[in-house]
């Protein structure tokens, strides 16, 4: 698993909002407001390692260019930064299509 998902997986793990119960309108609104914030914040932390991932095989594909680094790191790290684009893709796609759906639904 990319190491900025598996890192941030507990963190979003426990923003879960369906153990959310909510005794008063005012109190479930705070809740959940509570809760986006958490969310947001695990995206970021997640946004913020991948493009750390990214700098980082970007730096030693340089070095590999330089003849400071050898062949297997030089792919390992590509390979990782691959890996990450295409979660990061993935991600978007599931983000669009769930916002795409909400604009479908009728008030």
Same mark, same amino acid.
């Given at each position: 698993?990319?190491? %900025?998902?598996?890192?941030?997986?507990?963190?979003?793990?426990?923003?879960?909002?369906?153990?959310?119960?909510?005794?008063?309108?005012? %109190?479930?609104?705070?809740?959940?407001? $509570?809760?986006?914030?958490?969310?947001?914040?695990? =995206?970021? $932390?997640?946004?913020?390692?991948? #493009?750390?991932?990214?700098?980082?095989? $970007?730096? *030693?594909?340089?070095?590999?260019?330089?003849?400071?680094? #050898?062949?297997?790191?030089?792919?390992?790290?590509? =390979?990782? %930064?691959?890996?990450?684009?295409?979660?990061?893709?993935? +991600?978007?796609?599931? *983000?669009?299509? %769930?916002? +795409? $759906?909400?604009?479908?639904?009728?008030?």
């Amino acid at each position: 698993m990319i190491p %900025a998902i598996g890192n941030a997986m507990p963190r979003v793990d426990a923003l879960r909002l369906d153990g959310l119960s909510a005794p008063s309108v005012a %109190a479930g609104a705070s809740n959940v407001a $509570e809760a986006g914030q958490g969310f947001a914040a695990a =995206m970021t $932390e997640i946004a913020r390692e991948a #493009s750390q991932t990214m700098k980082s095989a $970007e730096t *030693v594909s340089i070095q590999g260019v330089n003849g400071k680094a #050898s062949a297997q790191a030089v792919v390992d790290a590509v =390979m990782g %930064a691959e890996r990450t684009l295409q979660t990061a893709v993935a +991600l978007r796609d599931k *983000v669009v299509s %769930a916002y +795409l $759906e909400l604009s479908r639904m009728s008030i």
